[in-house]
């Protein structure tokens, strides 16, 4: 069955780097969108990455522009996030998505705190 698996949260200082990984499995993963979506306690989500199946095109939320990059490794079936100069405000649920031609698939999300 379709799953994605994330990984890589915990608790950075602010400054710091992170680096989410989304494993798939179940499907072509080289032909599904792959996006990163972002929640925060009392607040909607948001979407914070998109990487086309191909890998050669991203898009990125206002806020997250120029700190955050997305890429993949399709041999791998993995996604990545990679999260620099991280603040307080990054606090947050990160979620990792696929869009694929017959589905959307959600992984559980891991946590991602940025506190002193």
């Known amino acids: 069955q379709v799953q994605l698996v994330e990984s890589g949260g915990g608790l950075v200082q602010p400054g710091g780097s992170l680096r989410l990984s989304c494993a798939a499995s179940g499907f072509t993963f080289s032909s599904a969108v792959m996006s990163w979506y972002r929640q925060a306690p009392g607040k909607e989500r948001e979407l914070v990455a998109r990487i086309r199946s191909s890998g050669d095109s991203t898009t990125y939320g206002d806020s997250v522009k120029g700190r955050f990059s997305a890429s993949r490794d399709n041999a791998k079936n993995t996604a990545y996030l990679h999260i620099n100069s991280l603040k307080p405000e990054d606090t947050a649920v990160y979620y990792c998505?696929?869009?694929?031609?017959?589905?959307?698939?959600w992984g559980q999300g891991t946590q991602v705190t940025v506190s002193s």
């Open positions: 998505n696929a869009v694929h031609y017959t589905f959307t698939a």
